[in-house]
């Protein structure tokens, strides 16, 4: 016997109807490519996103075609993430960071017919548009008086032309809500991008996953600035689930410097905010060197790599702020993990909360996880034994876009789980503790060194900027750690100073043999340290003791 409820599809133009209906004159807020504030509500946001729909049936395009963006966090953007999807169309959004041999492949693979850009990325553009023979219309996000004149691609159209021409009366159309819905590649550390392909119900469901208190946690009361880019994983899907709360959003377009972020927060009264460690690193040290406080904050969510415990106790003890730190990846939409105590554990002393809170946390309904064995056996949730952290859920991925095979893997009772290329430990009460990648993982004398933990004790030191734990190979031990620094400017530490900090925190044999300090260390597109890389740059490191 089936249920008497309405079957409304999961689409993406709910949330869009939501918001203009329901939120209307709730605000969004822009800091725009031109420089200026630019200030409109979600009853605009409707209105433009629907002339773009009108826009991309006059331009021809087909259900399920690809329009590709090369944005900052903005409203155009966010106009683009609901008229592309919600008129059932792939919003395929396109890391700048990239490389432009690889922004050209995505956009090949993708078979992008649409892309719009910010003018910020017209060298990308100008570089690669005779490259990508599936583009119809090149679209530069400005008014026709900012157009550049001679950039030399054809035909190149400015969004507000484009989409001014067009009327604000237009119906979303009713699909499957398995249609897709957007399109995000991996930033490709490992050969050749894969893509990501959510469907409506995926993102519609995620959405309501990171509303939730214990994720994202996003209110109608809430003035919420994602810094994390919507041009990587949908800013964690906070443009949907703020469609889906009415929250205010304020968007900090290309300016995410600490003092720039800070200016917004404040100008904006922003009670929430979103980002990656390096940023919030930025935010922090401006507002420490400067005396600052934040009169509005709350809560911000950190992830997309380890958020060192130290900035996450400053953030509380000296700003009343609370960093929750989450896990989050392509394939999973992103959100996998966030970490907010448990009701069990509020009297717990203070030290034994911060390492709970950092930990990326337990797992929000809608993603199963565990740690299997190299056999692909379950390993025991006690908070100490490793294993490869393995998924499954309605918006994680079950295959990649146009690639041969299933990632997946099945367990013991048949079930398919989506290895994560993470290693993990994960806790009784549920809490999941990444130690590395499992491409960067360190194996000294049979025993897995956690790099992370390593790095994060050397952050902790005021002149450290950044650091980075590699596996040295040694003959004995197979490989012993180094980490390798770069100083803040203007300060100095000494090797001895970093390995001091060591004592009392690891066990004497995963403490680093060696402190490296390098000018710089490379950064994948997504912000992420790029080992293998430094590992190349350092293959003629020799160990102190060799
Ligand atoms: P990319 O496209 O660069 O792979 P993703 O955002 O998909 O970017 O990266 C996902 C990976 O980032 C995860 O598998 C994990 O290794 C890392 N990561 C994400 N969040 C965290 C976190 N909070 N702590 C440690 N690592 C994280």
Redesign the pocket.
Known sequence: MLGLMQDQPLLISALMDHAERHHGTTELVSRRVEGDIHRYTYKDLAARSKQLANALDHAGLKQSDRVASIAWNGYRHMELYFGVSGSGRVMHTINPRMHPTQITWVMNHAEDQVVCFDTTFLPIVQAIHAKCPTVKHWVALCDADKLPSDSGVPGLLSYETWIGAESADYTWPTFDENLAAGLCY??G?TGDPKGALYSHRSTVLHAYGAALPDTVGLSASDSVLPVVPMF??NAWGIPYAAALSGCKLVFPGPAMDGKSIYELMEAERVTFAAGVPTIWQMLLSHVQNNNLHFSTLKRTII?????PLSMQVAFEKDYGVTAV???????TS?LGTAAQLKNSQLGLPDEQKHQILNT?GRAVFGVDMKIVGDDGKDRPWDGKSFGDLWVRGPWVASAYFKREGSPLKTDEHGRKWFP???VATIDHDGFMR?TD?SKDVIKSGGEWISS?DIENIAVSHPAVAIAACIGIPHPKWDERPIVVVVKKPGKEVTKEEILALYPGKLAKWQIPDDVVFVKEIPL???G?IQKRKLREELKDYKLPEL
């Open positions: 991996t930033s550390t990587h994983v992830g997309g790599s380890a958020l730190h989450a896990w989050s990846m392509t394939e992103p990326q994560t290329g993470d990444i990648r992370i994948g597109a997504t992420k």
